[in-house]
């Protein structure tokens, strides 16, 4: 079996920093919040064995997926197949209407 690389974009580590603000706001702890994210993260690392683990989403791009990563979190990611990588997109939280988020940044409203 392959083993692809996990990788995080620009935009995805930006997700993270309102994620934790979330988190603590509702939790109201800073260490739990940050194990969440790192529980969240955690998921996201069993991808380099199993990139095709979440369902497809290609409505919203070429090769898009979504993993669930917690009972509240999603992540939105691509399997760049030849590179041998797994570029996770996006982290939503909480509710968050995600498949409008990626519509409007993808001018698709």
């Known amino acids: ?61 070429k090769d898009i997926r979504m993993l669930t990563a917690s009972a509240k979190a999603v992540a939105l990611y691509a399997v760049q197949e030849k590179a041998g990588i797994v570029l996770m997109l996006r982290a939503f939280y909480g509710g968050e209407d995600y498949e409008a988020l990626v519509r409007a940044e993808n001018g698709n409203t």
């Open 1 to 61: 079996m392959t083993s692809f690389e996990v990788r995080e974009s620009l935009a995805g580590l930006r997700d993270f920093a309102p994620l934790e603000v979330h988190l603590v706001e509702t939790i109201g702890e800073a260490a739990l919040a940050e194990r969440r994210i790192a529980a969240i993260r955690a998921t996201a690392r069993k991808l380099s064995e199993l990139p095709r683990l979440g369902p497809d989403l290609s409505d919203h791009g």
